[in-house]
């Protein structure tokens, strides 16, 4: 076992119907990382994060986190191990406080999460790491807002809060600038590098701005296979990766030169 490896699949494939949205994916994630999984729409890259956190089982291949294999196991049961995901849309609780979102996600945690709703002692002694979280993701000002009332940016902050609460060990990040203006992204680019410290992050993201700016390593899909991996640098110089998204082969671009 390699202990720089945190994550990796292993011809990790998904078949609906005949139809292949996953074939042969060897993904290998250094601990301590960004990896950015990157591609054009239609390229398969939902479907391995649901193949990876158990919310899909694969037709075919292993998944090894931390040393495991994790291929048989349910999605509760990989959270626990510390591998969490957020979702393409925002998953807080509307008509809670973001206090409340983050202080329940931490009771979770806990172990009490079916019985949240009977202990207010038990919510009140989680404040204050509440509170330490959301100031980490620049909400401590908003803490008593409805979650529904947050601007989009904002609620994005609040889930990278809750999942935080969690404690991960790797975080599966999935479009988290999808829909948002410069600002937002700008200040959810800097949450995600804070975020980073002292753990791994897997990211499916469709701003290649963000992605060259955050991630250390990018696997490019296309068809549900990888394409093309490596750094910032060298994938945006792969003729297959301009060809996947421009739809141009090098010949093509060389003839309109």
Do not use: C
Request: hydrophobic share 45%; aromatic share 6%; glycine share 8%.
């Amino acid at each position: 076992m390699n202990e720089n490896i945190i994550l990796e699949t292993r011809d990790l494939g998904k078949s609906f119907l005949g139809f292949a949205a996953v074939s042969g994916v060897n993904l290998t994630v250094r601990r301590g990382s960004i990896h950015a999984l990157i591609g054009p729409n239609g390229a398969g890259k939902t479907t391995v994060f649901n193949l990876l956190t158990k919310f899909l089982p694969p037709s075919q291949g292993r998944v090894i986190y931390d040393g495991e294999d994790i291929t048989s196991l349910k999605p509760a049961e990989v959270a626990l191990k510390g591998l969490i995901r957020s979702f393409q849309i925002s998953a807080v609780f509307p008509e809670m406080s973001a206090l409340d979102n983050v202080r329940v996600a931490l009771l979770r945690l806990a172990g009490g999460g079916h019985r949240f709703w009977r202990s207010e002692r038990e919510l009140d002694a989680l404040t204050d790491e509440a509170m330490a979280l959301l100031d980490d993701v620049g909400l401590a000002d908003f803490s008593h807002v409805l979650a529904g009332e947050l601007a989009y940016g904002r609620k994005r902050a609040l889930e990278i809060a809750t999942t935080l609460a969690l404690r991960p060990k790797l975080m599966l990040l999935d479009e988290p600038t999808q829909g948002m203006g410069i600002e937002d992204v700008d200040r959810v680019t800097a949450l995600i590098r804070k975020a980073a410290q002292g753990r791994t992050i897997l990211m499916v993201e469709h701003n290649l701005k963000v992605v060259s700016t955050l991630a250390d390593r990018i696997t490019v899909l296309a068809r549900g296979q990888v394409l093309s991996e490596g750094d910032y640098a060298t994938v945006s110089a792969d003729p297959k990766v301009r060809e996947a998204y421009l739809g141009v082969t090098a010949g093509e671009e060389t003839a309109h030169a």
